[in-house]
């Protein structure tokens, strides 16, 4: 069976500090793997996400995610978070959830 | 565009009715649409997968016979909930996809409280 962890339940930064949220997981065929984000009071939509190729993925508002195999991790990064990047951060892979991460950001 | 509706967003019943849930692709053909259910504080469960014209594949643990859905356009998905009691309140939401393992559109999620 698939499993999705996401390492922190929720993190707390202030604006222009590195943000990087852990994600493992647990599957022995293939993968794709996604990072969703939910803004307060909006839909769930997708920040980037991985089928092969660059193990280095870039997405929106200057995400970036690295699929290493070896580790089973997808963890996003951005270099400097925002006041408007606090939300809810999912990490997915094929159809199966991790817990979720709320991140805030202080001005 | 990959605008995904859901409708109604919120729905109150009594024990024992059923409530029917509609999801809609608006501007693209979804192939693969997919039924979620999130409780408080957690994260999506997926329930089932469907694709146009074929029955829905259910994950283990998702009583099919409960949770009824049907698929019967590219743009259309139901989720029937049969008989629904206090523990099936919860946020339903559903997502759409082109194909079955691209990027997912999801809905703005259905509220269902029963009494």
């Known amino acids: 069976a698939q499993s999705v962890s996401q390492h922190n339940h929720h993190v707390i930064l202030s604006e222009a500090a590195s943000l990087e949220l852990g994600c493992n997981y647990s599957?022995?065929?293939?993968?794709?793997l996604f990072w969703y984000v939910q803004y307060p009071g909006q839909h769930l939509q997708l920040l980037l996400k991985y089928f092969s190729g660059d193990p280095l993925v870039k997405g929106i508002k200057g995400f970036e995610a690295e699929f290493i195999k070896s580790k089973f991790s997808f963890n996003l990064r951005k270099p400097s978070v925002q006041w408007s990047d606090t939300a809810e951060y999912f990490c997915a892979v094929n159809f199966v959830f991790g817990p979720g991460t709320r991140l805030s950001v202080l001005p | 565009g990959a605008v995904v509706s859901q409708h109604p967003s919120r729905v109150i019943c009594k024990s024992g009715t059923s409530v029917k849930i509609e999801c809609r692709s608006l501007?693209?053909?979804?192939?693969?649409m997919f039924w979620y259910r999130q409780f408080p504080k957690q994260s999506l469960m997926l329930m089932a997968t469907?694709?146009?014209?074929?029955?829905?594949?259910?994950e283990q643990g998702v009583e099919k016979d409960k949770f009824l859905i049907n698929h019967a356009s590219l743009t259309l998905s139901t989720l029937t909930v049969t008989s629904a009691h206090p523990e099936d309140s919860s946020f339903y939401i559903c997502s759409a996809s082109r194909d079955s393992y691209n990027e997912q559109f999801f809905g703005p999620g259905t509220r269902l409280t029963v009494l």
């Open positions: 599957y022995g065929g293939t993968v794709n």
């Open positions: 469907s694709n146009e014209g074929s029955k829905a594949t259910y």
């Open positions: 501007d693209f053909q979804a192939t693969t």
